[in-house]
């Protein structure tokens, strides 16, 4: 699978991605799945950064109506993949808007998951309790699988839910890509004509797939996007196809040098060791690019340096790590933040069509 072929999506497939096409949100969000960031366009961006940004004005402010927006609501915590932000972000967004949360009590490993029971079923299940359910799950197109199930399961009961994807395999991390945008946006005031270099696993890494193509609703304002990897780690041709036909300038290098210098963002990421089947290849290139202080030396002063998280040796060692935390260019502490402020916002717009 992994023979340096620049397409890993055409590599896994899923029917559900031909069977199931999530609705465009076009202004209105309630009551959609998010499943992809091919839903969005740029005013939808806009409605939800607004909200973010009022949200966390508000919660400074410690003001308590936030509490009453998702009150009496539901939202089920499906995570058949690790994770620390998206779950946990995604819970306090939902607690903070006031609603409740659920999950298979000993985590879904030990729900009849264990028993050997299908997604299909197990997203059903949390649709006769829930009115959202945040899924994560190792399958490319599994949250278009269990958007397509729970469209059949809302014709039979009384009170439909909504799926939302918290990360399908190697495919898309659509509210990872919104909180990405969010914070360039809070961080640059705008996108024109930023360089944004994303680099290390474009080929797996879901974050990546997702936050380029939202960069595209942004041309035409002079962007270019730099793409940095390991030649057997590239970002999938069919996404730069996209890229380039929406007038975006794609540069492609293994050289971090060459681009490090000219970038306004850099965008830093794990190379996805899961996705490797075998171990050997992970340990060719896992190294290939570290981001330690003395290479962010060659960042320009007004870069700023963001990672989805977590990081592990891309980011150098723990002191490497330190050094970096203090520099006032990394924002991925302000990002991971910005994610419960984005997931509110969502939260809110989904369920009660609200604009807080
Ligand atoms: N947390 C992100 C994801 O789940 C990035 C990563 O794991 O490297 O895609
Ligand atoms: N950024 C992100 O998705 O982090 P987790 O994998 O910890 O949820």
Redesign the pocket.
């Known amino acids: 699978m992994f023979n340096g072929e620049n397409e890993p999506l055409a590599a896994q497939t899923n029917p559900f991605l031909q069977r199931y096409t999530p609705p465009t949100i076009d202004g209105n969000f309630t009551g959609k799945h998010i499943i992809t960031v091919d839903q969005f366009e740029r005013k939808d961006l806009q409605i939800l950064f607004d909200a973010a940004t009022s949200i966390r004005k508000r919660i400074r402010q410690s003001d308590r109506g936030l509490t009453e927006v998702c009150d009496g609501k539901v939202m089920a915590s499906l995570f058949f993949e690790a994770?620390t932000?998206t779950d946990m972000s995604f819970q306090a967004a939902m607690r903070r808007l006031g609603g409740e949360v659920i999950a298979a009590s000993n985590g879904v490993q030990f729900s009849s998951v264990y028993k050997g029971e299908n997604l299909a079923d197990t997203v059903r299940a949390a649709g006769c309790y829930a009115d959202v359910i945040v899924l994560r799950h190792p399958q490319l197109g599994s949250s278009y699988e269990a958007a397509y199930y729970i469209d059949k399961l809302n014709q039979r009961i009384k009170n439909p839910s909504v799926i939302i994807s918290g990360?399908d395999g190697i495919g898309e991390?659509p509210t990872?890509a919104l909180l990405d945008m969010y914070t360039i946006y809070d961080q640059k005031k705008g996108f024109d004509g930023l360089t944004i270099t994303m680099v290390g696993d474009l080929r797996n890494?879901?974050?990546v797939h997702s936050l380029a193509k939202l960069t595209a609703l942004y041309e035409p304002h002079g962007m270019r996007l730099c793409f940095v990897s390991p030649q057997s780690l590239k970002m999938p041709s069919s996404t730069i196809t996209l890229l380039t036909s929406k007038g975006i300038t794609v540069f492609e290098t293994s050289d971090l040098l060459e681009v490090l210098g000219q970038s306004d963002v850099i965008y830093w990421?794990?190379v996805?060791e899961e996705r490797f089947e075998n171990p050997t290849d992970y340990a060719a290139i896992k190294d290939d690019f570290i981001m330690t202080p003395s290479v962010m030396a060659h960042a320009r002063p007004d870069a700023i340096l963001m990672h989805?998280?977590?990081r592990k040796n891309e980011m150098g060692t723990r002191d490497d790590h330190d050094i970096l935390d203090e520099d006032p260019r990394a924002v991925y502490f302000e990002q991971m933040e910005n994610g419960m402020f984005i997931r509110m916002a969502l939260l809110a717009k989904v369920l009660r069509g609200v604009y807080v």
């Open positions: 994770s932000r990360g991390h990872q890494g879901r974050t990421t794990r996805q989805p998280l977590p």
